[in-house]
């Protein structure tokens, strides 16, 4: 997950915000993934639904965060599961962050619904 980290010391206390691998629990930095389970939607007749997104070191973390993907969002019932590179996913975050989907002229912005989110973190 993306979390807070409180960080003591000079200048001063602070939060900072990290990727936090979701199988370790310890800082990712440089090669990572967010992943995630979803659903296909069309825009129109059939939803997509999207599970949180979660964070992992690449290779054995990943691996256990997926297998907890797919027990908790199972194939069976129309779930896949999708992975974006840490450094991709920032870029896109970061134009997101200053660029309305509704100014997007030449795209399409699906509704989805996210499944899965629990007060607590963990993956349900
Ligand atoms: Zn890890």
Known sequence: MIEYVARSGPPEAMNCPAFICDACRQQVVGAGIVT????????RSRTHSQSPLYVA???ECGRKVEAM???GYPASDGWIDL????GDFLKQLTHNATNAFT???DGE????????AST???MQ
């Open 69 to 71: 993907l797919h027990a």
């Open 103 to 105: 100014d997007d002229a």
């Open 109 to 116: 912005y699906h509704q989805h619904r996210l499944e899965g």
């Open 120 to 122: 607590n973190g963990r």
């Open 57 to 59: 070191h690449k290779g």
């Open 83 to 86: 992975w974006d590179d840490i």
């Open 36 to 43: 995630w389970a979803t659903t296909i939607g069309d825009g």
